[in-house]
């Protein structure tokens, strides 16, 4: 009777970013393994030497700031945005209440 693997952790993700993260998942698991076993390549062991190490802190500090000021910079343009509608509509509503929006319909209609 041949032998099947079973998998661990279910069926693959649906979307490209959840598989990604589900591969990550089993690379540093198997990284784990490895490492608890003596096994690992020097690579593997340098790698997440390098990730406890005061610059790749402050490096994901760094881009945890610069990602935070990118979603306040977009928050900034939606509200920028929002208010020239908000000023667009009031100065139709404006117009609308002194009666020029209709006179110049009426000049569009005329032409």
Known sequence: MPQTKKRKGGAPATSIDSREKQLIAKAVDLAEKQIDAGTASS?????FLKLGTTVANLE???L?????????????LQS????????SDALKA?????G??????????DD
């Open 100 to 109: 020029k929006e209709e006179a110049e319909q009426e000049d569009d209609i």
């Open 43 to 47: 690579m593997v062991v340098v790698h």
């Open 64 to 76: 945890k700031g610069e990602n935070e000021l990118l979603r306040a910079k977009t928050d900034a």
């Open 80 to 87: 920028v945005k929002r208010t020239e509608e908000l000023i």
């Open 94 to 98: 404006m117009r609308a209440y002194t």
């Open 60 to 62: 994901r500090e760094k």
